[in-house]
Each structure stands twice: as structure tokens, then as C-alpha cells.
């Protein structure tokens, strides 16, 4: 069975460019959750999927970026423009209805904003 | 809301020696418990959960962690670690009622096993 995939692994772009991560969840999986890393700090939520319905984006961190789940299959996640403060590492999660916080993480997409 | 606190950034240890992660949480609400590990340049895995019952939950790899409601703490500990346990450890949280599910994360442990 595949894991969660993401690409692209690494992404280097310059301040005011636009770029669009995306995720592959397991099959079958409804959740699916998208967290980021700063360098040195906790991994935090930015939101939530159920099927292709946004259940909570709370996380968010502005109106830059934006999430999409189509078809409730796989997920993107658009920075638009980007700015320095966005570099760090994108996880993205997958998980079965009912599941109550066991997850399966994708390896990531490391953004670096120059 | 929620928060996790884990204390050592970077715990260093000779292989076969035992070794203790700490992590303490703080929530108005209950929560359901993880340790995730992440090795070198790959993505988080599942290490252990507590849900309910028993305190003292196993995980893969020989790991455990005992969870202690009075101290909110859920400590990770393994009798003896192997060079292969180098990586980094997260402990999380999850809202038992509500919240999605979404997972609350410390800053994480990097598990360092030397010879």
C-alpha cells in the first residue's frame, strides 16, 4: 500500500513568486491534514480536510495561502506570493474516518523563500 | 486550547544505555496522547498512543511511555537504545472530544545514540 506522498521534496523560490505544493494521501483515507515546521520550532496545524470539505483551517497563518482538496482526492496547498517568513517544512497527513489523532505523514516538501 | 512541552531539545546517549524523552501537555479539555519519531529524511511514523485504559502503553521498536494524568506527562522511555534509534521525537496531543483531531506537537527531541 502507498504511503502519503508529496512532491516537490524541496522547493527553493524567490520572495513574490507563487508556489503549489501538493499531497497524495493513502486511499480511502477522508482526513487529510496539512501541518508546517519552522525551522527550530513545533510542527503546527494550518488545516483540515474532511473529503474535499474544509473542516477547519484555523491554522492558517494569512489570505497567501491557499488549500484545495479536489474530488476529495488529492490536496494542494498555493503560496501566493510568498515571503520569507514561509520558508520551513510542509507536512501533509492522512488518516481514516474515526481515527482519533493516529496519522500517517507524508516525508514533506521543504520550501526555502530566498 | 492546548499546548505540549517538551524540555530537552537534544538528548545524547551511548548505545545499549537506557534513555528517557520527557513530555509534559497542557489542556482544558481530555486528550488523547502520541509519540511520533521521525529518522533522517523521512516523514513522521506512529511510535506509540494512549487512548484510554492501561497507563502504560508499548509502541514499535521496544519503546513505551507511561502516561500520568496527576503531572500531565507522558514520558518515552526504552531500556536500551540502538544506534538506529537516532532521529527526532515528537509528542502530541489530540482533543478527545472535537478539534478534528488535529494533533498539537511539542518542539521535538533529537535522540542522538553514539558508540
Known amino acids: 500500500e502507498a504511503g502519503v506522498t508529496q512532491f516537490p521534496s524541496h522547493s527553493v523560490i524567490e520572495k513574490g513568486q507563487t508556489v503549489t505544493l501538493r499531497c497524495d494521501p493513502i486511499?480511502?483515507?477522508?482526513?487529510l491534514y496539512w501541518y508546517r515546521r519552522v525551522m527550530g520550532k513545533e510542527i503546527k496545524f494550518l488545516l483540515h480536510?474532511?473529503?474535499?470539505?474544509?473542516?477547519?483551517e484555523s491554522g492558517m497563518p494569512n489570505n497567501r495561502f491557499l488549500a484545495e482538496r479536489t474530488g476529495g482526492t488529492y490536496s494542494t496547498l498555493k503560496v501566493q506570493p510568498a515571503e520569507l517568513e514561509d520558508s520551513g517544512v510542509y507536512f501533509c497527513a492522512s488518516s481514516q474516518a474515526g481515527s482519533r489523532g493516529e496519522a500517517f505523514f507524508g516525508q514533506g516538501t521543504r520550501l526555502t523563500v530566498v | 486550547a492546548q499546548s505540549v512541552t517538551q524540555l530537552d531539545s537534544q538528548v545524547p546517549v551511548f548505545e545499549e544505555a537506557p534513555v528517557e524523552l520527557r513530555c509534559n501537555y497542557s489542556s482544558s479539555v481530555s486528550v488523547y496522547l502520541f509519540w511520533y519519531v521521525q529518522y533522517p529524511n523521512q516523514g513522521l511514523q506512529l511510535l506509540l498512543k494512549?487512548?484510554?485504559?492501561?497507563?502504560l502503553v508499548k509502541g514499535i521498536n521496544g519503546f513505551e511511555a507511561e502516561f500520568n494524568k496527576s503531572q500531565t506527562s507522558f514520558h518515552l522511555r526504552k531500556p536500551s537504545v540502538h544506534i538506529s534509534d537516532t532521529a527526532e521525537y515528537f509528542c502530541?496531543?489530540?482533543?478527545?472530544?472535537?478539534?478534528?483531531?488535529?494533533?498539537?506537537f511539542g518542539t521535538g527531541t533529537q535522540l542522538k545514540v553514539e558508540l
Open positions: 486511499s480511502g483515507h477522508d482526513n
Open positions: 494512549y487512548l484510554s485504559g492501561s497507563t
Open positions: 480536510f474532511v473529503k474535499e470539505s474544509k473542516q477547519d
Open positions: 502530541a496531543v489530540s482533543e478527545v472530544r472535537g478539534g478534528g483531531n488535529k494533533l498539537t
